[in-house]
């Protein structure tokens, strides 16, 4: 699995992208922050608020409640702000 980070996620984490094996039990979006947090601080630090953080399925926006399933690419990024 693939994960992109952006903006301040990618800068509390220290990496733009990274390839996981995610573990069993991990089946929604909210699982994988989740466990994104237990990490290491990077991560704890980034998904502090996971409620904020936004993330796109294989580039297509998705809410926290839905299955990962057979997802290619997760990108996380902070909430967008307009103008």
């Known amino acids: 699995?693939?994960?992109v980070y952006f903006a301040w996620i990618r800068e509390r984490i220290g990496l733009?992208?990274?390839e996981v094996a995610l573990p069993a039990?991990?089946?929604t979006v909210a699982?994988?922050?989740h466990w994104l947090k237990g990490r290491g601080p990077g991560y704890e630090a980034a998904l502090q608020a996971p409620e904020i953080?936004?993330?796109a399925l294989d580039q297509e926006h998705c809410h926290h409640s839905d299955p990962i399933g057979q997802a290619h690419e997760i990108a996380l990024f902070p909430p967008m702000t307009g103008g």
Do not use: N, Q, S
């Open 16 to 18: 733009a992208e990274e």
């Open 31 to 33: 699982d994988l922050l």
């Open 25 to 27: 039990g991990i089946v």
């Open 53 to 55: 953080v936004r993330v």
């Open 1 to 3: 699995m693939k994960l």
